[in-house]
């Protein structure tokens, strides 16, 4: 199995822009997770997916996020009009269907970003 | 609601001391499972336990070992004989029956003095 896998790896943006960052699950994993990380911090769910459905978001994800995984495979995730609480590490995850397999989750080495 | 809890921000020892991690957890749901995840300078999450609320018994892998208490609502996490390469942040982790969110504790940094 190849892991999960995220794009860019990092991203310098000035506030005010928009950004967009690319999840790719492992392959069939029908389960993906986006999740925050500020420094010192543990991670922060903000949303998750089964197949091309958002079933759940958390309060974190403002009016200007937003997350698609338009065919159930990779998922994308865009900030709008960045601030600078908005710099954080971003951390996608998927796991696969079924049984005790779907409890863990497998996560990618995340997307840094710097707002300016 | 649930909360996790690592108090202990940041832990050195020595190379080849043991070192316990703590974790305390918040639940009022009686089946959930419980978590470590190893964070290395890498930044990538890498699992390293699951343990479900309705098996306490206590797991050994290698020089890792978790003791699983309900009755203290603790996951505590040893490694015996630290090594070097056990430098990271560890986070312990909770998530409820039927819920897909993992919470996660603020972490522990591990730092193996060589």
């Known amino acids: 199995d190849t892991g999960v896998s995220q794009n860019p790896r990092h991203k310098i943006t000035k506030r005010g822009q928009n950004v967009t960052f690319r999840c790719d699950p492992i392959?069939?994993?029908?389960?993906l997770y986006w999740y925050r990380q500020t420094l010192g911090q543990g991670p922060e769910f903000l949303t998750y997916f089964q197949n091309e459905a958002q079933l759940e978001k958390s309060r974190l994800l403002s009016d200007r996020f937003s997350a698609e995984r338009p065919k159930g495979s990779f998922s994308t995730l865009e900030i709008q009009r960045t601030e600078q609480g908005d710099s954080a590490m971003y951390l996608c995850?998927?796991?696969?269907?079924?049984?005790?397999?779907?409890?863990?989750?497998?996560f990618g080495p995340g997307t840094r970003l710097t707002v300016l | 609601a649930q909360k996790v809890t690592q108090a202990q921000t940041e832990i050195s020892v020595v190379e080849k001391e043991d070192v316990t991690l703590d974790c305390v957890y918040e639940t009022r749901d009686t089946t959930y499972y419980l978590f470590w995840y190893k964070q290395p300078p890498s930044g990538e999450l890498v699992f390293l336990i699951r343990r479900n609320s309705f098996d306490e018994q206590n797991e050994i892998s290698g020089r890792y070992s978790w003791n699983f208490q309900k009755s203290t609502s603790s996951f505590n996490f040893t490694i015996t004989a630290s090594q070097v390469v056990d430098s990271a942040v560890y986070f312990c982790a909770l998530r409820h029956f039927g819920n897909e969110k993992l919470t996660f504790g603020t972490g522990t940094r591990l730092t193996i003095i060589p």
């Open positions: 392959s069939e994993h029908n389960r």
């Open positions: 995850a998927s796991s696969p269907r079924g049984g005790w397999l779907q409890i863990r989750q497998y």
